[in-house]
């Protein structure tokens, strides 16, 4: 249950998010939805395979690249949706920090 409330707020913050950035469209609340999803799917498997395998970089950027991996996941997001469209990698960043901060204030983490 905590998943599923989870996944709903997660694609009011895409929407709310969506909204706020003129490079970032969203086509209707199931397509936030899905993203939500994917992005769950994506953090969930892809993203610590991302941080082992730029370890160094991250090292030398002390911290820094996690957020170039944070945006590549959403560019793969906007591409596996068909409903969410990304313009480019430096909204994506720009999303995924946006994204970031919402959630924070509402009290949603990634790990529980």
């Avoid at 959403?74 to 999303?95: C, N, R």
Wanted: glycine letters at 6%; a positive charge.
């Amino acid at each position: 249950m905590k998943f599923v409330l989870k996944i709903l707020l997660t694609a009011v913050i895409v929407i709310i998010t969506a909204y706020l950035l003129p490079g970032v469209h969203v086509r209707d609340f199931l397509s936030a939805i899905i993203v939500a999803f994917i992005l769950a799917l994506l953090n969930g498997f892809l993203k610590p395979v991302l941080v082992f395998l730029t370890i160094p970089i991250t090292i030398l950027t002390l911290g820094l690249f996690l957020l170039v991996i944070n945006a590549v996941i959403i560019l793969i997001a906007s591409s596996l949706v068909s409903g969410f469209y990304v313009e480019g990698f430096w909204w994506a960043l720009l999303f995924s920090l946006i994204m970031s901060l919402i959630s924070y204030l509402l009290g949603i983490r990634d790990r529980e």
